[in-house]
Nanobody, 125 residues
Framework: QGQLVESGGGSVQAGGSLRLSCTAS????????MGWFRQTPGKEREGVAT????????YYADSVKGRFTISQDNSKNKVYLQMNSLKPADTDVYYC??????????????????WGPGPQVTVSS
């Protein structure tokens, strides 16, 4: 049975950095997109960044452009999210997600069928 396993969450002061990792294993199909989403309780899940595994094209939400970088290690079925210049507004549960589809709306949660449990990221001022 397939699973996405995340690591790297935690607490950091504003201006600091964190790196999230996500490993996909056990799936009988290839994921075309892997991404990161975040959610505050009571709010909608928000797309943060995603990568097309075929050619490593990347896409970002405006709120994180220039601060976050998504990358992948295809050989290890891993995707990373390097988060720099963190702000208290970045505090959320961060979910790794993966899509087997080829035509999706890039940062729309509905288009991603596989999800990790989500580590907490807390940024204090």
């Amino acid at each position: 049975q397939g699973q996405l396993v995340e690591s790297g969450g935690g607490s950091v002061q504003a201006g600091g950095s964190l790196r999230l990792s996500c490993t996909a294993s056990g799936y009988p199909y290839r994921h075309n997109y892997m991404g990161w989403f975040r959610q505050t309780p009571g709010k909608e899940r928000e797309g943060v960044a995603t990568i097309y595994t075929g050619d490593s094209s990347t896409y970002y939400a405006d709120s994180v452009k220039g601060r976050f970088t998504i990358s992948q290690d295809n050989s290890k079925n891993k995707v990373y999210l390097q988060m720099n210049s963190l702000k208290p507004a970045d505090t959320d549960v961060y979910y790794c997600a993966a899509s087997r589809w080829t035509r999706i709306t890039i940062l729309r949660p509905y288009d991603y069928g596989d999800w990790g449990p989500g580590p907490q990221v807390t940024v204090s001022s």
